[in-house]
């Protein structure tokens, strides 16, 4: 019952560079393990010239938006962030898989993996047990694995992620709510949500929000994120061992 439920309702996108050709195979190999179908959307590299200008043209980055200012306020002290590029284009990429879910509309909802993502054995009835039996029918955004998510728990694997307005503002209240390597989206509201979310993380002068986890649960009292916390165990899913791509660009 769960993988009809899945195969009927459930795409799946997985975000991968093209140049992390060993983190595309180890990937594939997991999915396949697994049974889960998968379409790949391959991730945005800052590194390549004129990839900036291809984001906007695209319609992932705004056209408006100003990398030089960003840069300059994310190394400055009180920002204390260094580079920015891997970050960049890791919001761009999961911007770019969320234009592909609600264009080709092919199920109700999407999820959107990272290309280190290791999903439990049995992901598929764990998911559908947890969306029939505790997820709100209000949710519009749901984290797989989420880090410290700040919020209220609503049931026995969830929180309802809120903005922790002990931290400030323009550092987008960054410290909670981390990790991405597995969202899952109603496709119907996605456009919307992507609307709000992205003027929020190209914000210039708030280059914390280029973190597009930190940069939702600063909105989230207006968009309906739900978060699974990582310290459950078993979880839905895991980061395998392979490095990070957005933190080895940010510090080339």
Known sequence: KAWAWFSRYVTVYVLNLKTDVKRWNNVEKVLGRLGIQYNRVEGVDMRIPGSLEKAKNEGVVPHDYDFGHALVTARS???????????????????????????????????????????????????????????????????????????????EHLVRVMPDLNEPEDRCRHGTSYGFQGVMYRVSELREVQKRWRRTVFNATWPHCLDVDVALASISDAVSFFAVPFVQYPGFLTERDEGSSRYSINTR
Do not use: N
């Not at 962030?81 to 911007?95: E, N, P, Y």
């Not at 029918?137 to 049931?155: D, I, K, T």
């Open 77 to 155: 002290t009180y920002q204390a962030m260094g580079g920015i590029q891997g970050t960049m284009g890791c919001a761009s990429a999961h911007f770019r898989a969320q234009t592909r879910a609600y264009t080709d509309d092919r199920s109700p909802i999407a999820i959107v993996f990272e290309d280190d993502v290791q999903p439990s054995p049995d992901f598929v009835p764990k998911l559908w047990k947890l969306v029939h039996e505790e997820l709100p029918c209000e949710w519009q955004v749901l984290s797989l694995r989420s880090m410290c998510p700040y919020g209220a728990c609503v049931s």
